[in-house]
């Protein structure tokens, strides 16, 4: 049976509930999904309350946003404690750099000349952790893109006018954090230059997975990640990256899955960290 363990809700920036998420993975026939929004554990419950009635497991997870001199790289935990105090401690802080971030991105816009406010932003992501899709909405929304992508490549992408810089919090203490919740981290859909710098120190710190399947991956970088699982013994993991059906331009829910196995092997490895 088929997984997909990588997969975004309303809680960040999905534009499906939870609810929503899981009641489309049921009717897809997946056994099992991961909701993995970035730096908040807030569509774990809800997912799973939904799940209750239905034949598909939910597996708690998140997708922990870290700055390398290379680049941006994202960490999956799986099967953390999701009441552990310092992992709390350090999603809250994310959450204040994430608006802090967004505030300091509209306000270089207005500078410009483009007249959106942060108000509308920040409604716009709702109860959400805020981040730059949602600016891009707003943008959007306001007529100064036609479309969402275009708002990256002309405004808020690396590199462009209104870009502010992430919050600096490394890969390695993201993985250091998830270990020490008890829970199972995996580099997430790793660029190929970034994945040969980084893997070493990954695996020191406490790496146990790696992003093998990802609609962002050829059929040459798969087969070179695979070589990176098994020289590093690590869990081969994959999913469709899913952020909703009003996101066009993404991959669809169970577009890219795994087997079951990949869920067993993320469990018992958790077991392990908790022993």
Not at 189 to 199: K, N, Q, S, Y
Request: glycine letters at 10%.
């Amino acid at each position: 049976m088929a997984v997909d363990l990588h997969v975004h809700t309303t809680a960040s920036d999905g534009t499906d509930s939870p609810e929503e998420v899981v009641k489309r993975a049921w009717r897809l026939g997946l056994e099992a999904i991961a909701i993995t929004d970035h730096d908040v554990l807030e569509g774990i419950l809800p997912a799973q309350k939904e799940a209750r009635d239905k034949n598909i497991d939910i597996v708690p997870g998140v997708e922990l946003s870290t700055v390398h001199e290379l680049g941006e790289v994202h960490i999956l935990g799986y099967y953390m404690d999701i009441e552990d105090t310092k992992l709390l401690e350090y999603l809250n802080m994310f959450r204040r750099a994430r608006v802090e971030r967004i505030v300091k991105m509209v306000n270089k816009l207005i500078d410009m000349g483009i007249g959106i406010s942060r108000e509308r932003v920040f409604a716009i992501a709702g109860s959400g952790a805020v981040g730059r899709p949602h600016l891009a909405e707003a943008l959007l929304e306001a007529g100064f893109v036609s479309s969402m992508g275009e708002a990256f490549e002309k405004f808020i992408g690396s590199g462009r006018p209104a870009y502010v810089p992430r919050f600096k919090f490394s890969p390695v203490e993201a993985v250091k954090l998830i270990v020490s919740a008890k829970g199972v981290p995996v580099l997430a859909h790793p660029g190929m230059d970034c994945a040969a710098v980084v893997m070493g120190d990954l695996v020191a710190a406490g790496l146990q997975g790696i992003e093998v399947y990802h609609p962002s991956h050829d059929l040459a970088q798969t087969g070179i990640f695979l070589e990176m699982a098994r020289v590093h013994s690590l869990i081969i993991t994959g999913g469709s990256d899913y952020h909703g059906v009003q996101n066009f331009d993404r991959s669809p829910l169970g577009s890219v899955t795994v087997s079951y196995s990949a869920v067993e092997q993320l469990k018992e490895r958790a077991r392990l960290n908790c022993s």
